[in-house]
DNA sequence: ACAAAAAACTATTATCCGTTAGTTTTGCAG
DNA sequence: CTGCAAAACTAACGGATAATAGTTTTTTGT
């Protein structure tokens, strides 16, 4: 009965995708049902697919705009000839902002993009890969120039990447820690260490 | 027609559990099919009935039997009396060798937990509490001692799982680096950070 | 106000799922 | 050998799933 509204915030594929996320980071994609989601709208599940093609291309809609908005912001970072500490120290607080602001789609590119169907699982993976690759050319460069202690570049951007993504299990805690207090902390701890 | 066999690895309940820890693994829990776990085994779904209850407990057994190792050797280390960096830098160690042996196990664990059904759901997440607030007094006392930078404590707890538990992600380029360089470098990087 | 387009609805289909029931085969103990 | 328990098999059930077809309602543009 009620039509899903095509508010400012984006189309009607938008709504959806964003009301989806949701769903699938609470329950799974798998878990999740077209009748569920249909339900979270508003709607009967065969009145989505005069939206979107499957269930499949919604969660390829979220990891693949997650995807884009790290490819975009990291393009950006590299132009700016600044330090390695300094782009790392940038990359690190952009995934602290972009898991507050955009939580459920970002857990559901790490979480579930095992589900998405070929071509697009190869895809997704091989983006990934060029952006881990992209990370420790950074750390390399900034071990050449003498920034950065003589580490294994794979090590450390394998342990920065792991770090910010955890902060996941951080949202539940919100109450405890404010967001720039975690931010600043996690910042320093990857950088600079714990021992004092 | 082939019977499991119940090797000396343990009971034929160990082994449908282990088969089943690989195959949720590389397809999700939910994604994952009776049908497709007898057929990993060499029997028919139904047969699995002689030996478990039903899928969900295949679940529960790899989840429970996962906590149960790392609050054994929780305990153990907070037994020993040594200094919060020794402890910790023995609890990242432990985290990276059994994601090497019992890779499949952990990362359901890790993913898979919240398919568990109650009052199993809550019980594993009270465990996962218990064991975060533990990590959290190390880092305390640690501090108070002064052994340790006036970090956040739960930032730093947070930083250290998040990036011990994104080995994960390590185990498919095993070939360009070693377990013990990984170890190594990561513990270096976590305690004693990045800055020259 | 009215026609066309967009988006909702109901009814239905084929498929797959976990699980049960009942039966047959296997393998070990006597 | 023989008998019995363990564990495999086949057949099937009820329910859920994604998706399609066809129809009706709602919104939009002129």
């Given at each position: 009965?009620?039509?899903?509204?095509?508010?400012?915030?984006?189309?009607?594929?938008?709504?959806?995708?964003?009301?989806?996320?949701?769903?699938?980071?609470?329950?799974?994609?798998?878990?999740?049902?077209?009748?569920?989601?249909?339900?979270?709208?508003?709607?009967?599940?065969?009145?989505?697919?005069?939206h979107i093609g499957s269930k499949s291309e919604i969660l390829?809609?979220?990891?693949?705009?997650?995807?884009?908005?790290?490819?975009?912001?990291?393009?950006?970072?590299?132009?700016?000839?600044?330090?390695?500490?300094?782009?790392?120290?940038?990359?690190?607080?952009?995934?602290?902002?972009?898991?507050?602001?955009?939580?459920?789609?970002?857990?559901?590119?790490?979480?579930?993009?095992?589900?998405?169907?070929?071509?697009?699982?190869?895809?997704?993976?091989?983006?990934?890969?060029?952006?881990?690759?992209?990370?420790?050319?950074?750390?390399?460069?900034?071990?050449?120039?003498?920034?950065?202690?003589?580490?294994?570049?794979?090590?450390?951007?394998?342990?920065?990447?792991?770090?910010?993504?955890?902060?996941?299990?951080?949202?539940?805690?919100?109450?405890?820690?404010?967001?720039?207090?975690?931010?600043?902390?996690?910042?320093?701890?990857?950088?600079?260490?714990?021992?004092?």
């Open positions: 009965m009620a039509k899903i509204k095509a508010s400012r915030n984006g189309t009607k594929k938008d709504v959806i995708a964003k009301k989806a996320a949701a769903l699938f980071r609470k329950k799974g994609f798998a878990a999740s049902s077209m009748r569920e989601l249909g339900e979270s709208l508003g709607i009967e599940a065969p009145s989505l697919y005069n390829q809609i979220i990891c693949f705009k997650v995807a884009n908005d790290f490819n975009i912001h990291l393009a950006q970072v590299e132009n700016k000839g600044e330090s390695a500490l300094n782009k790392l120290g940038e990359i690190i607080r952009f995934h602290i902002n972009i898991m507050i602001h955009s939580f459920d789609e970002v857990f559901v590119a790490n979480h579930e993009w095992k589900q998405l169907q070929e071509p697009f699982l190869s895809n997704f993976l091989i983006q990934r890969k060029t952006y881990e690759n992209s990370l420790i050319s950074i750390v390399s460069e900034g071990i050449k120039k003498g920034d950065l202690k003589n580490v294994h570049p794979y090590v450390a951007v394998l342990t920065i990447l792991s770090a910010v993504r955890g902060i996941e299990s951080w949202h539940r805690n919100k109450k405890n820690i404010s967001a720039t207090e975690l931010e600043k902390g996690m910042i320093i701890h990857l950088l600079k260490g714990l021992t004092k």
